[in-house]
């Protein structure tokens, strides 16, 4: 028999060690390193990043005075700092300054942009080059610079003049956001719509315009949010009552950072927040298009 059972085996067939070895089931086969050193490096660059923002955020619910320690919940420098006039006027000023730079730089970039996209005129490289230099030029030399010039031609220093200092730097971030877009479309629309009897003005009405607005958009959100964030170029260029929101918090952390100063950085970040998902769904939206 046993002759027999030994005979009925298959004669070809070896049985190698190798193949005893391998094993059925893969799915576990790196389960004992779930953890790469990426991962543990993206995890303490967002914790370098966020956990700052978190401190400030716990520290504005402190009844403490001081950020010594935990003393207990409360909302009171949140209620404090909705009561505070020089804030509220601080935060005015800003709007106003953002607003008005923003609103000017729009209109000027826009038609710089689309200009130096569509046309060609002896100088445009230099003239492309000039336009965006105040993207790379350090805060501090726009600042002097521009104060040099105010004092020069002898014009008083007050909130316009932050306003006209601020257009420098967001006029360049929009014109670069539509230049950005217009490097995307099809200037064969345009042509068919002049073709098709449409005036120059209603061609970019109607056809361009509409295709440029994610950019404008996006172009203007930069730059309302880095106007509303700047402190050196408005504190050389600002006249008298003419404080912004980013002077009024640096006057009030020269002597230690209080909490109604923590809770008003948590309703920035929050707000910055805010316009970064506007910006992103935006952002969005044109490359869906």
Known sequence: MRDTARDSQPKNTIVTPLEEEIPTD?????ARFPLSWQAIFTGALFLFMYLPI??????SFNQSAYSAGWEGFTLEWYRRLFADDRIGKALFNSVKVAG???AVSAVLGTLMAVGLSRYEFRGKKLYQGISYLPLIIPDIA???ATLVFLAAVGISLSIWTIVAAHIVFCLAYIALAVSTRLAD???NLEEAALDLGATPVE?????????????I????LIAFVLSMDDLLISSFTAGAGATTLPMEIFSRIRTGVKPDVNALSVILIGASGILAFVAENLRYRSEQQ
């Open 217 to 220: 958009a996006s172009g203007c």
């Open 100 to 102: 008005l730079a923003v």
């Open 26 to 30: 893969m799915s576990n086969s790196k």
């Open 185 to 187: 479309l099809d200037s």
């Open 203 to 215: 061609a970019f009405l109607k056809v361009l315009l509409p295709q440029l607005m994610p950019g």
């Open 142 to 144: 726009i600042s002097v």
């Open 54 to 59: 978190l401190v400030l955020m716990f520290y």
